[in-house]
Nanobody, 125 residues
């Protein structure tokens, strides 16, 4: 198992920015593809972005394309989610997740089995 700890959430006004971080421990970070998910009150958890272990393949949900950027630093065992032009609809608990990649340099949109505790992001109008 890999342990994941998110940070960087908070309250921001619409149009503002936040950067979420997720630091991993317990396993070799570069063996894992990573993803960011979010869950708003009363809604199902949805994928926001995903990244391959090498960091050169990424996926974004349509709702965040052009506003959010996922990246990773394998030397620091950390994945990031830069969120710009935030909107009230982005309000949610954000979770990072890890999935063992078995050497495949690809991202995954499902099948994650390691999760962080979540960090709250609130965007005020």
């Amino acid at each position: 198992q890999v342990q994941l700890v998110e940070s960087g959430g908070g309250l921001v006004q619409a149009g503002g920015s936040l950067r979420l971080s997720c630091t991993a421990s317990g396993r070799t970070f570069s063996n894992y593809a990573m993803g960011w998910f979010r869950q708003a009150p009363g809604k199902e958890r949805e994928i926001v972005a995903a990244i391959s272990w090498r960091g050169d393949r990424t996926y974004y949900a349509d709702s965040v394309k052009g506003r959010f950027t996922i990246s990773r630093d394998n030397a620091k065992n950390t994945v990031y989610l830069q969120m710009n032009s935030l909107e009230p609809v982005d309000t949610a608990v954000y979770y990072c997740a890890a999935r063992f990649a078995y050497g495949a340099n690809r991202y995954y949109t499902s099948g994650y089995d390691n999760w962080g505790q979540g960090t709250q992001v609130t965007v005020s109008s």
